[in-house]
């Protein structure tokens, strides 16, 4: 391709920072370079138009912490691990409205609920032991004086217990996303969708390879591409698939606020007077360990059997479903990984299903990283 002089001289002329994913974290990580160096050239490129994978894709969770998926999360990690990525988390939240603003991502603190059934039963008496000692933890660690209440009386069927934590919130995914995009542009920032990287060669500059068979030239390369980094490095991160379905619109919705079932497998809040519910990736964890943007009709039959059962109670018609793609750890640590990996190159991913609360932290501490 011959490329014109304003492609070439504007559009892919060499940058001092090049970063890869125009997810949250890629978007949030230029933005803050470039209100530091304000005279350096910022790129971010991806292969889609936009960030695909979970970013517009994911629940609008503003969460942080429910305390069954504490009490997993500290069987496969260390307990210092896991709780300074929850002070991450809840950092990155706060981080997150005082930059873009609430109304501007239509955030609201409706608090969450987790519940418990009689298939649970264990859990919840567990959860109860351990409820003083986690507050305790997260109050020294968070600043809040109580994290976790339990009450014992909900409205949804069958619940024999809920623990709730009044520190969360939801989201609009779509005005954050589109809210933190225009941010950008109005640094100008250059954002390059249909450009996907396959390698890079580091000589005197960093010289980058894409499918489309256009090179880019940088100084610094960050790699933001979350569930999608192992098609370019090796590390501790596996794609894992997670679906959504989205109601028909209800005259009286059963529920408002976030709620979360079986250690957080099960996800849902109200939206627009319609119920979304995500997850049940447990119902078929080899299936949606993958990074292919599909839907399963296995477990969108799971979360459809579960809406009608454990929350409307009666049959609903579902007008909305699709998937996201979120970034684990193999060994089951949710700790993000914000490391150096060659001289100029570096990464931050491993968001592990958190990245709306995360993705503000972890583009500060790469950068931090960089000086």
């Known amino acids: 391709m011959n490329f014109s002089y304003w492609e070439k001289e504007y559009l892919i002329s060499p940058s001092d920072y090049l970063i890869v994913g125009m997810g949250l974290v890629g978007l949030q990580t230029a933005i803050n370079l470039k209100e530091k160096h304000p005279k350096a050239i910022v790129t971010v490129v991806d292969r889609h138009g936009w960030g695909l994978g979970a970013s517009t894709r994911n629940a609008g969770f503003g969460c942080f912490a429910n305390i069954s998926e504490i009490l997993d999360d500290l069987k496969y990690d260390t307990q210092e691990n896991v709780y300074e990525t929850i002070s991450k988390r809840y950092q990155g939240l706060i981080k997150l409205r005082e930059k873009f603003g609430d109304l501007q991502m239509d955030y609201q603190t409706k608090g969450s609920i987790e519940i418990f059934t009689n298939n649970n039963k264990h859990e919840l008496h567990e959860a109860i032991d351990s409820l003083q000692g986690i507050n305790a933890i997260l109050s020294r660690e968070l600043n809040l004086e109580r994290v976790f209440t339990y009450k014992s009386k909900c409205s949804l069927p069958g619940v024999i217990g809920t623990i709730h934590n009044e520190h969360e919130g939801q989201l609009n995914t779509g005005k954050m996303y589109r809210t933190i995009y225009s941010y ?10 249909g450009l996907e990287v396959l390698d890079w060669n580091d000589e005197n500059e960093i010289t980058i390879n894409t499918r489309q068979k256009i090179q880019l030239k940088t100084k610094n390369l960050i790699l933001c591409t979350n569930a999608f980094t192992s098609n370019l490095v090796d590390e501790d991160i596996s794609p894992c698939r997670g679906q959504v379905i989205v109601s028909e619109p209800m005259e009286n919705i059963p529920i408002k606020g976030l709620y979360h079932y ?27 360990t993958t990074n292919k943007i599909e839907t399963s009709d296995v477990i969108i039959s799971e979360l459809k059997r579960f809406m009608e059962e454990q929350i409307t109670s009666k049959p609903v018609s579902i007008e909305y479903q699709w998937s996201g793609i979120m970034g684990m750890g193999k060994s089951k640590q949710k700790k993000p990984i914000i490391k150096k ?15 709306v609360a995360l993705s503000a932290s972890v583009s500060e501490e790469i950068i931090k990283l960089m000086e």
């Not at 950008?184 to 969708?193: K, R």
């Not at 060659?342 to 990245?355: K, N, Y």
């Open 262 to 288: 079986d250690n957080g497998y099960y996800y849902w809040r109200d939206i627009d007077n319609r119920i979304l519910l995500g997850g049940a990736r447990n119902y078929d964890s080899v299936g949606e």
């Open 184 to 193: 950008a542009l109005g640094l100008n920032i250059n954002l390059i969708g």
């Open 341 to 355: 990996i060659e001289p100029h190159v570096f990464l931050a991913a491993r968001l592990g299903g958190m990245g």
